[in-house]
């Protein structure tokens, strides 16, 4: 790649500030709208019989009347068992991947982190699948199909980069960009630095950190290099969001179980 042909065309990218109010639920609301648009009947007669097993006193939540549940809350856990099913259908990988390109996968909650050891150095990429799922594309909607084709979803979240030799660190912040340059000829990076900091020992806010889009053009082009040499490329890139795209999924299935649990008072 022509090292002053990126520089001259990148695009400064951005933090990836993400407010808590971000509409990835409207994102999801959107693909659930299709999925009930293509059911037939019988799938909802059929999910419908998984929560009025046992009913009781007119409660249809599958409690087994150890509750006298609302309204609410009973229509509530009605559509998160039609939910459940419909993004467990959805589901395109149902167990979470042990190891990312050669890179052991550690998982907590949202917090993941990849690691590769060597005898020289020691790489750490990690990141928070939450609030990191968007759409790639608008959906083709057409309510008469059975299968409409819906947009697909991704999670691009950032990540951080950290390569440890001995007692030092030198860390990057990355994320995915939003404008990838397609006027550029030859530059074609899916992600971007956000920020570097070198220090020793343990991270403090003491340490000085420069932010990617101040950096002088080239450098920035040589540390885009390092980072692909030490395997953090563009197709690296790709795999972690289809990684991390995985594992969100799992996580907000998870999340509409426990919901439904929670409700039910279980």
Not at 222 to 234: A, C, F, R, T, Y
Request: proline residues 3%; glycine residues 6%.
């Amino acid at each position: 790649m022509n090292n002053l042909v990126r520089s001259a065309f990148r695009i400064a990218p951005l933090r990836s500030i993400v407010s808590p109010m971000r509409s990835t639920l409207g994102k999801r609301e959107f693909t659930r709208t299709l999925w009930h648009m293509s059911r037939k009947p019988e799938d909802f007669i059929a999910s419908k019989a998984l929560v009025q097993h046992n009913p009781s006193l007119g409660c249809t939540c599958g409690c087994g009347a150890k509750f006298i549940h609302t309204k609410g809350e009973r229509e509530l856990v009605e559509f998160l068992t039609e939910e459940i099913v419909a993004e467990k259908k959805a589901q395109k990988v149902k167990s979470i991947p042990t190891t990312v390109e050669g890179f052991k996968v550690k998982i907590n909650g949202p917090e993941v982190e990849l690691t590769k050891e060597s005898d020289k150095e020691t790489i750490k990429i990690s990141f928070n699948v939450n609030h990191t799922v968007d759409t790639d594309e608008e959906a083709e909607i057409d309510p008469t199909m059975d299968k409409p084709n819906l947009a697909e979803m991704k999670s691009k979240p950032q990540f951080e980069v950290d390569i440890v030799k001995g007692n030092q660190t030198l860390s990057f912040t990355c994320s995915f960009l939003q404008n990838q340059g397609e006027e550029a000829e030859g530059y074609n990076d899916i992600f971007g630095i956000d920020e570097i900091v070198l220090y020793d020992g343990e991270w403090t806010e003491n340490n000085y950190a420069v932010a990617g889009d101040v950096l002088d053009g080239y450098l920035y082009d040589l540390l885009m290099n390092l980072l692909e040499e030490k395997g953090i490329s563009n197709e690296f890139v790709d795999k972690l969001s289809e990684f991390s795209t995985i594992y969100e999924h799992s996580q907000y299935i998870s999340l509409l179980e426990r919901l439904s649990k929670f409700t039910i008072g279980k």
